[in-house]
């Protein structure tokens, strides 16, 4: 059976290869926002009188939605220069120190103990490749 294609068009080739334009909205999605346009404000003010009433709920959609998310911050910590394993714990010691007095929150700590993880793994994986190219070399094989 063979198929019937208008004429122009190719197998596999989209008609409007540019797509949907970026940000452009669906009608649907700017039909509601026309419609919640002029209600919008009374919403908001019923939302914030409730709050103010104490209705926790109405509280939080105010904050949620006024003060975004912490996505991270700088930490400020004294660290030993990670330039060998040993560096690495006694780093990971400071930092659990650190969040156990309350210095630093606990998932700061855990970032942060992560990245100098990291690093020791990449100092263990060093140390390793010199100890077996070593040993490759007494024994007269490797690359």
Known sequence: MTEKRKPGFQKGQSGNPAGRPKGARNRATMLALALMEGELSGVVKSVIKA???????????????????????PISIKLPDLKDIAACRDAQASIIAAVAVGDMLQDDGEALSSL????????ESEHLEARLAAIEEKLGIGK
Do not use: F
Not at 52 to 72: N, T
Not at 116 to 123: A, D, F, I, M, P
């Open 51 to 73: 709050a103010k009433a104490g209705d926790l709920s109405a509280a939080r959609l105010i904050v949620d939605k006024l003060i975004p998310a912490a996505r991270s911050r």
């Open 116 to 123: 100098v993880e990291n690093q020791r793994r990449g100092l």
